[in-house]
């Protein structure tokens, strides 16, 4: 069955920016400045994240416009490389947004369940129960059709944008923390040289990395783009320089507010923000804005992570099942309803889970750079596409070999900080490929 054209420009460009703003930019700031040691350090990684970031986003622009399929994130893989290099990956990233949305849907009921229930009823079990409501809500939104969907996806991130404006802000309330020159330390106590500045920059570009995040999964959607060839581009566009503006204003205000040496080791960071706005009452506005930014992240990864299972059905990596689209509503129904059971599941093991998603950002840094790869597969397989009609990357290519060095350099970065989930990454990474061969095997053996 062919799916309906439905997303606009302004749709998928909101779809973006909720991709990538979810918990992260509230809580990574402190590692970096930790790590960076001095501002300079601090800001100049924030400024690469972002060019990199850029470099990503016209990549996948061009990527999207050459192949606008709905779930475009595994097919690139299937076409650039090899089926079963497509499941793996994209195993990995279905079930690490799933223990994301489940991790993240506990953090939002905790702040929530401090606002809306009396203090006697502030237990993990009504934070657990708060947070499968929340994922089960949208997961019924999701089932109403995409329009419904991406039209609430618009709303929750309007009000997410808005939400990180009024942080900002608080660089206009209250006085501003004096801070001393800070000085860049070393293991050894020794002067700093090249090296040891290039090894903390790697450590600040494995948090910066894991918050730019996300905007590739936008070609998840490129079945059910208008004019797919010219949206794709431009929203990628639109929503990464949105991100990046946020980005760069709100690390400023952490440190003009909080001070760099408080940044260091200072825990809920927006949270200071909002109290020098709104005084004591500042809590309950970081409340909100924590919940407004987990429903925007549950709701985006209900409509992204299905496409990927039925490209994956599609191809018969998954059950054919998954492929399936309810006729009235247009809905990918059974991966959207397997996706959600996982989340849900999850949310019961989620403190355990937190070291099976360690292990995956250091195989996300890989997928990055080789989904990014594809594009040199895909120019040669669409050479035949009229050049009027598709995005392409300027300076080619140049910016896309900046993005696959820098996401390389994270993964190195990772290795070098924390081999063992570097190695054990490798190992989920290799499991999932066996499974796909075998499934494979078993398959052939049931239809002959």
């Known amino acids: 069955m062919q799916q309906k054209k439905q997303l606009s420009l302004f749709d998928l460009s909101m779809i973006v920016v909720s991709l990538v703003i979810g918990m992260g930019i509230f809580r990574t700031p402190v590692n970096v400045a930790a790590k960076a040691q001095i501002p300079e350090l601090f800001y100049l990684a924030w400024v690469i994240g972002g060019f990199v970031a850029f470099c990503g986003a016209l990549t996948y622009a061009e990527i999207g416009s050459r192949f606008p399929v709905t779930g475009g994130y595994y097919k690139i893989f299937s076409v650039g490389y090899h089926p079963s290099i497509a499941f793996a990956i994209n195993c990995i990233v279905i079930i690490s947004s799933a223990a994301s949305v489940a991790a993240i849907s506990i953090i939002g ?33 999701n089932l109403l059709g995409l329009k419904a969907s991406s039209k609430t996806q618009n709303i929750l991130t309007i009000i997410k944008i808005g939400m990180v404006l009024t942080l900002i802000s608080a660089i206009f309330f209250g006085n501003q923390e004096q801070t001393t020159s800070p000085i860049f330390k070393t293991s050894d106590g020794m002067s700093p040289g090249w090296a040891d500045y290039g090894k903390a920059l790697g450590l600040c570009l494995i948090a910066v990395s894991f918050s730019f995040a996300g905007y590739a999964q936008t070609i998840n959607f490129g079945g059910e783009v208008k004019e797919a060839k010219r949206v794709i581009p431009r929203s990628i566009i639109i929503g990464l320089t949105i991100i990046v503006i946020l980005y760069l204003a709100l690390n400023y205000a952490y440190v003009k507010v909080i001070g760099f040496e408080n940044l260091k080791s200072a825990e809920s960071i927006a949270a200071i923000l909002a109290s020098k706005i709104f005084g004591p009452a500042g809590f309950n506005l970081l409340s909100v804005i924590i919940f407004c930014s987990v429903m925007g992240y549950v709701n985006v990864n209900l409509l992204s992570n299905p496409r990927a299972m039925f490209a994956m059905g599609e191809e018969g990596a998954l059950p054919k099942i998954f492929s399936k ?116 095997l078993f398959n052939k053996s049931t239809h002959s």
Do not use: C, W
């Open 325 to 440: 689209i309810n006729p009235k509503t247009n809905v990918i129904t059974i991966s959207l309803t397997v996706f959600t059971l996982i989340a849900v599941t999850i949310i019961f093991y989620a403190k355990t889970f937190d070291k099976i998603l360690n292990y995956t950002i250091f195989l996300e840094s890989i997928s990055m750079a080789s989904s990014a790869a594809t594009l040199f597969v895909l120019r040669k397989k669409t050479a035949h596409l009229d050049k009027k009609t598709i995005y392409t990357v300027p300076l080619y290519p140049v910016l896309p070999l900046i993005f696959i060095a820098a996401y390389t350099f994270v993964a190195f970065s990772i290795y070098i900080d924390d081999p063992n989930a570097a190695l054990n990454g490798l190992y989920i990474f290799i499991g999932f490929l066996l499974l796909y061969f075998i499934s494979r």
């Open 109 to 141: 009921a905790e702040y929530v369940g401090k606002i809306i229930l009396p203090e006697a009823l502030q237990t993990e079990n009504y934070r657990v129960a708060i947070a499968i409501t929340t994922i089960l809500v949208f997961y019924l939104i």
